[in-house]
């Protein structure tokens, strides 16, 4: 994404969403959710890639709770790779925590650079998942872990009108893709180990408190932030999300994977 292009996530959305899931986070679940990815693999000393790492929750998380030697986290917006910056910093983590602003495609690192590979449901954006999976598996060190969440789909094909209803009212570039798909593009990457944690039933009963604290707590916090045309919308995307959560459509997913050694 060039410097002059609209920015997906502008001023107002990363309010709203720091607002519904907590400082530095743009997806559900907070820090407790990052430990559930992270299951109980050990980070000691590990080199960490963290990708799509938005406004560096999830990272700063990991560098305060797991000892990793770095982390490394990137994201194709400046004004996210800022905000991540000044989250470390005000956290006392800089020192093992570099984030970088990079542009769509293959990463720009030498193979074996990371012992984890990391990401909170941001390689949604990543349409090509056999490609995004051999990129991984090469950036890994033998045995290195990738572990990661993303929004999955229930379906292969095309969506169902309240699916596709839900993917016009967020606005995003979705890449969405079926568990087959990831667990084809693992197995074709080399990878071992591969587990898929579905957290639909977590999260249709989550989305649910999301969308009435929006509407009922946040919602005058936000007015003023966000301005009521865009909260009203937002509240609209989280009911026309709960529909495709509760169709199963719509399939919030943990991915784990192991390079062989």
């Not at 000892?67 to 020192?95: F, H, K, W």
């Not at 309240?162 to 570039?173: F, N, V």
């Not at 593009?185 to 990878?191: E, I, N, R, S, T």
């Amino acid at each position: 994404m060039g410097a002059t292009e609209e920015l997906e996530y502008d001023e107002s959305m990363i309010s709203l969403l720091e607002a519904v899931w907590g400082e530095g986070f743009m997806s559900p679940g907070g820090t407790d959710e990052v430990d559930r990815v992270l299951d109980n693999k050990d980070l000691s000393e590990a080199r960490v890639l963290d990708i799509g790492c938005g406004i560096g929750g999830a990272a700063v998380h990991i560098a305060l709770t797991r000892q990793p030697s770095s982390i490394t986290g990137i994201d194709i917006e400046e004004n996210l790779v800022d905000r991540a910056m000044d989250l470390a910093e005000r956290n006392n983590v800089s020192a093992i925590c570099d984030f970088q602003r990079v542009e769509p495609g293959p990463l720009p690192f030498e193979p074996g650079s990371f012992d984890i590979v990391f990401s909170k449901d941001s390689i949604i954006h990543i349409v090509d998942k056999f490609g995004l999976a051999n990129d991984v598996y090469q950036l890994l060190s033998p045995g290195g872990w990738f572990l990661a969440s993303d929004w999955l789909c229930g379906y292969e094909g095309e969506p169902s009108v309240q699916m596709q209803a839900y993917i016009d009212a967020e606005g995003l570039d979705f890449g969405l893709a079926a568990p087959e798909v990831y667990q084809k593009a693992f197995k074709a990457a080399g990878f071992v180990d591969i587990e898929l944690e579905e957290r639909n039933t977590w999260y249709r009963t989550q989305a649910r408190v999301e969308r009435d604290n929006l509407a009922g707590p946040l919602y005058d916090e936000l007015l003023g932030q966000v301005g009521e045309e865009f909260l009203i919308r937002e509240i609209d995307v989280w009911d026309k999300m709960i529909v495709v959560l509760d169709s199963g459509e719509h399939r919030p997913t943990l991915l784990r994977a192991r390079r062989k050694t």
